[in-house]
């Protein structure tokens, strides 16, 4: 499918890939937080199929790839290969941070290892500034994701989870990164407390490019997406 294809198919979106409800008022603001490199069509399935999921929720929603701008309650950190199956899965905000893809089928459905928090998570503004946000150190495939839940749990806050009959996905298949040969290092360095000192309070980026689309309006309907942050 094309870029103009799929932005035809959502024409009812603000720009910058913005929906709220026009015949009530949402309950929860959420920002969906996209890290993206080189899966241009992952994100055009994603995005196909994402829209009209969040928007059965009746949620105030953007999707960033991978910036995030307005006063949201909540963050939704999402991999672009993962594709919710059950519309039961709110993606809402969270009483407690919030492992959402509990069930992958290439995973058979089945939980990998009890402390994961990586895939699709949610987390409220509050508990990602307790937390420090992520770390800046992590490059590559792997450890990030760790790192966050001891995070989570230095901070002696829960992580809560759906069943698996609700949090269903469907994974994308492609290629392995190559893992970080450091992530280990830097995740039991991160469980001696050092995510104090690194982490939101250290981060250092320059916006390289901002694109808000929400219609093929334009000639650059068929250019690829290119918002990349670097830090």
Same mark, same amino acid.
């Given at each position: 499918?094309?870029? =103009?294809?799929?932005?035809? +198919?959502? /024409? ?9 409800? =026009?015949? *009530?008022?949402?309950?929860? /603001? ?6 993206? /490199? ?10 196909? #199929? ?5 928007? &059965? ?6 999707? $960033? ?27 809402? *905000?969270?009483? #407690?941070? &919030? ?9 058979? $459905?089945?939980?990998? $290892? ?41 901070? +002696? ?10 949090? /269903?996905?469907? =994974? ?7 893992? #970080? ?23 250092? $980026? ?10 093929? =309006? ?14």
């Amino acid at each position: 499918m094309s870029w =103009s294809q799929i932005e035809y +198919n959502h /024409r009812n979106l603000q720009a910058g890939g913005r929906h709220k409800p =026009s015949n *009530c008022t949402a309950r929860h /603001r959420v920002a969906i937080i996209i890290p993206f /490199r080189d899966r241009d069509m992952h994100l055009k399935l994603f995005l196909n #199929n994402i829209h009209p999921f969040l928007q &059965r929720q009746q949620l105030d929603y953007g999707i $960033y790839v991978i910036d995030q701008l307005y006063d949201y309650q909540c963050f939704i950190f999402h991999d672009v290969d993962l594709i919710p199956e059950y519309d039961l899965n709110m993606y809402t *905000c969270p009483e #407690n941070p &919030r492992h959402m893809s509990v069930a992958i089928d290439k995973y058979k $459905y089945r939980l990998p $290892y009890a402390h994961i928090f990586g895939g699709v998570v949610a987390i409220t503004r509050e508990q990602f500034q307790v937390v420090n946000g992520f770390s800046n150190q992590f490059f590559g495939w792997g450890g990030e994701d760790d790192d966050m839940f001891n995070r989570i749990k230095l901070s +002696n806050m829960s992580i809560s989870r759906y069943t698996s009959e609700v949090a /269903r996905y469907k =994974s994308l298949s492609h290629a392995k990164e190559k893992p #970080n040969p450091a992530r280990f290092k830097l995740i039991r360095k991160g469980m001696k407390g050092s995510f104090k000192h690194e982490g939101l309070n250290t981060i250092k $980026y320059k916006r390289l490019k901002l694109d808000l689309r929400n219609r093929a =309006s334009s000639d650059r309907a068929e250019q690829m997406f290119d918002t990349n942050i670097m830090y």
